[in-house]
């Protein structure tokens, strides 16, 4: 689809400026090795190309006031991609913020990092360290990188941390209820999403922002991660805001 189809198709959804905005969207950045194959290319090629739009979708969210953006940039499934890939999914990683830091802090973004720590190497686990730290007095936006992520792993550690409470006598079994589970979460302190966008055509969560996921609206998109434009971005909002969001309830209908 074009630029002017793209814009087009927003426009036809016939909303109006004064609709809620999302305040967090996540993203799962699906496709760099298929845009990759498609074209003839290795797919590192198209990791590289990846980390193109991911640039632009952290500046286009700022610029239109989203208040958190999270990106899935490596799960822990990933670790049994072959070790070629993994070196270089990492090795961008580590590229993005070392070349962008500077800029992030200068836009007053903050950087939030969300996954299993414990385990990495320390030349990456310090970098992350070192994003969080340099942008923590950032008011502006919050980029939210999941590395080393798993949702299921997540909840599971969350668990652990909760009955070693119980087990100490800092809890009580009566104490542990839905809202106790979210303050043990990676994400404790960051308001759950309210749009989740994935690209590349297919339609699952593959573990990522389970527990936070349950009233989330789901867009997806046909086009490969490389080719995600800021109209891709605009289109998925645009669908957002045409949702009627019950939350279990019911609810009329916006009237247009």
């Given at each position: ?28 950045m ?41 990106l ?91 009955a ?30 309210d ?39 605009d ?17 009329a209908?916006?009237?247009?």
């Amino acid at each position: 689809m074009t630029g002017n189809a793209k814009r087009a198709e927003i426009e036809a959804v016939g909303i109006t400026g004064d609709e809620v905005m999302p305040r967090h969207i996540a993203i799962i950045m699906d496709g760099n090795g298929r845009w990759a194959t498609a074209r003839g290319l290795t797919r590192t090629h198209g990791h590289r190309k990846g980390v193109d739009a991911l640039r632009k979708a952290v500046r286009h969210a700022a610029d239109i006031g989203i208040d958190y953006l999270t990106l899935f940039s490596f799960s822990s499934e990933n670790w049994t991609r072959p070790p070629d890939e993994v070196r270089e999914l990492i090795g961008l990683l580590k590229l993005f913020l070392r070349n962008d830091l500077a800029k992030l802090r200068a836009d007053n973004v903050r950087v939030m990092v969300i996954g299993e720590r414990t385990d990495l190497q320390r030349d990456i686990r310090d970098l992350l360290d070192e994003a969080e730290a340099t942008t923590i007095l950032n008011t502006g936006m919050r980029l939210v990188i999941a590395f080393n992520y798993g949702g299921r792993d997540e909840i599971g550690r969350a668990v652990r941390r909760i009955a070693d409470a119980v087990k100490a006598g800092r809890l009580s079994p009566e104490d542990v209820d839905t809202a106790m589970i979210s303050t043990h979460l990676d994400t404790a302190g960051i308001p759950d999403p309210d749009l989740i966008i994935r690209t590349s055509g297919e339609q699952r969560l593959s573990n990522f922002l389970l527990w936070q996921a349950a009233y989330a609206e789901f867009v997806f998109l046909p086009v490969y991660w490389p080719d995600f434009a800021t109209e891709d971005f605009d289109l998925a909002i645009a669908e957002f805001r045409n949702r009627d969001r019950r939350y279990g309830g019911i609810a009329a209908r916006r009237s247009r």
